[in-house]
């Protein structure tokens, strides 16, 4: 059985920077698609950043291209969220999603497999 276990989270500030971790476990990570959404308090659940299974197609929201960047290790079986010049509508709780050769959609109903999710916070 896969598992996500999403790491990284925290409180920063306005313009800085946070590297959120999500470890693929029970499955061959080269497989998989992974998918970053997030949920602010009392919205509905976003697509952030998606990469592909074989990792060579990735694709962003609007809100966060430029600033935000996926990448993968597979040696380590983990999926990477690199988020930089963070803004205080950044905040919510992150969730990474994954769906067995998936080609890298961005709809939250294409994947299977979820995390618990982490918190980022930025205060202002």
């Known amino acids: 059985q896969v598992r996500l276990v999403e790491s990284g989270g925290g409180l920063v500030q306005a313009g800085d920077s946070l590297r959120l971790s999500c470890a693929v476990s029970g499955g061959i990570f080269s497989t998989y698609a992974v998918a970053w959404f997030r949920q602010a308090p009392g919205k509905e659940r976003e697509f952030v950043a998606v990469r592909s299974w074989n990792g060579y197609n990735s694709n962003y929201a609007d809100s966060v291209k430029g600033r935000f960047t996926i990448s993968g290790d597979n040696a380590k079986s983990t999926v990477y969220l690199q988020m930089s010049n963070l803004k205080p509508e950044d905040t919510a709780v992150y969730y990474c999603?994954?769906?067995?050769?998936?080609?890298?959609?961005?709809?939250?109903?294409?994947?299977?497999?979820w995390g618990q999710g982490t918190q980022v916070t930025v205060s202002s």
């Open positions: 999603a994954a769906v067995y050769y998936g080609g890298g959609s961005i709809s939250a109903t294409s994947y299977d497999i």
